[in-house]
């Protein structure tokens, strides 16, 4: 079995300052991680993934989240934020073993950017 | 490209009656899932379907089934609905069916149950 805490159900920032979304995981085996991203009015989308490699992983628009074994952590940053990264950020887990047993979400935080 | 839709976008039925969920991939997409998103939670997995086949279940009762057609197209089924039941449902669909594959969401489908 595998879970995901999201320990920050909202995070109020600044425009422009540097913001840490916290994700935690839980799982017997080894997982694959997302961070997914829902916009006001729209459906859940890919923001980032890790699968292998580098720990570092990096989106197309400036956020990055880091692969922590040891403290089995997904932890999603961006050093400058804008009104229009206003959204619900979800992580995520899955088996790496092959199974089908469908993403494990955390309960999401709520970024809130104020201008 | 149209990307993942979902019908009806809204819903309202009374305890014990069935609901009929549809979804249809994007183009070129095999895979298709199932998660229910209750208000202040994340999505949780309710089935896969990949080739028509069931590939994987959730945490959920037998009152909630689904099937995939030749076209890829998706159905999700409950019976005997339960106050409980109120929830977004959420359809996603892939190319494959692995584990690490990006997922891409419709809008999903409100459903209330009064």
């Known amino acids: 079995a595998q879970s995901v805490t999201q320990l920050d159900s909202q995070v109020p920032v600044f425009e422009e300052a540097p913001v840490e979304l916290r994700c935690n995981y839980s799982?017997?085996?080894?997982?694959?991680l997302f961070w997914y991203v829902q916009y006001p009015n729209q459906g859940l989308q890919l923001l980032l993934k890790?699968?292998?490699?580098?720990?570092l992983v990096e989106s197309i628009n400036g956020f990055e989240a880091e692969f922590n074994k040891s403290q089995t952590s997904f932890h999603l940053r961006k050093p400058s934020v804008h009104i229009s990264d206003t959204a619900e950020y979800f992580c995520a887990v899955s088996s790496s073993g092959g199974g089908a047993d469908g993403l494990t979400f955390g309960k999401g935080t709520h970024l809130i950017i104020q201008p | 490209d149209a990307g993942v839709t979902q019908s009806p976008t809204h819903l309202i039925k009374t305890r014990g009656q069935h609901v009929t969920l549809r979804c249809s991939p994007i183009?070129?997409?095999?895979?298709v899932s199932w998660y229910q998103q209750v208000l202040g939670q994340g999505p949780q997995f309710i089935f896969q379907?990949?080739?028509?086949?069931?590939?994987g279940r959730g945490n959920f009762p037998d009152r909630f089934s689904a099937r995939q057609f030749p076209n890829y197209s998706s159905e999700l089924n409950v019976n005997a609905l339960l106050l409980g039941d109120s929830a977004l449902y959420l359809c996603?669909?892939?190319?494959?069916?692995?584990?690490?594959?990006?997922?891409?969401f419709g809008s999903g489908t409100q459903l209330s149950v009064l």
């Open positions: 183009s070129g997409h095999k895979s």
């Open positions: 996603a669909s892939s190319l494959g069916q692995a584990s690490n594959e990006k997922l891409f």
């Open positions: 799982s017997s085996v080894s997982v694959y």
């Open positions: 890790y699968l292998s490699g580098s720990t």
């Open positions: 379907y990949y080739e028509k086949e069931e590939r």
